[in-house]
């Protein structure tokens, strides 16, 4: 059997990884793609989509019709949008994805960060009490 892939998060530092690894396996799969929520972004955010090697689809990661036809989803979100992950799991499953792969850790990180910077905020506040 020959899976479809969907990567979330394909510009960033593990996910252009992930997307070159991807992009070896092509003969090996009958789909791979990265999902952006845009058709046309800045040029910026252009020319990062130009150096990915895989197809470009473009959807809302919270309707399950953007995931219909693939087998596969890989979350390489960076940590903010890490934690928006449940949604897109549930859109996902809806959609018809049977396995998923998540990004993991980073969420805690990004929380323990803002609780770090929110404590140490209320102490300053306070007169370093």
């Given at each position: 059997m020959s899976y479809s892939v969907l990567l979330i998060g394909a510009t960033g530092s593990p996910g252009k990884n992930i997307a070159n690894k991807l992009a070896k396996y092509k003969h090996q799969l009958k789909r791979i793609a990265y999902l952006t929520t845009t058709a046309k972004s800045t040029p910026e955010r252009e020319a990062k989509y130009a150096l990915v090697p895989l197809e470009r689809v473009v959807g809302d990661p919270e309707d399950p019709e953007t995931y219909r036809g693939f087998d596969i989803l890989i979350c390489a979100t960076y940590h903010k949008v890490t934690l928006d992950q449940i949604k897109y799991f549930d859109a996902a499953f809806a959609g018809g994805v049977k396995h998923i792969y998540p990004s993991e850790c980073k969420p805690f990180?990004?929380?323990?960060?803002?609780?770090?910077?929110?404590l140490d905020q209320k102490k300053a506040d306070s007169g370093g009490l």
């Open positions: 990180v990004y929380l323990f960060k803002t609780l770090r910077e929110t």
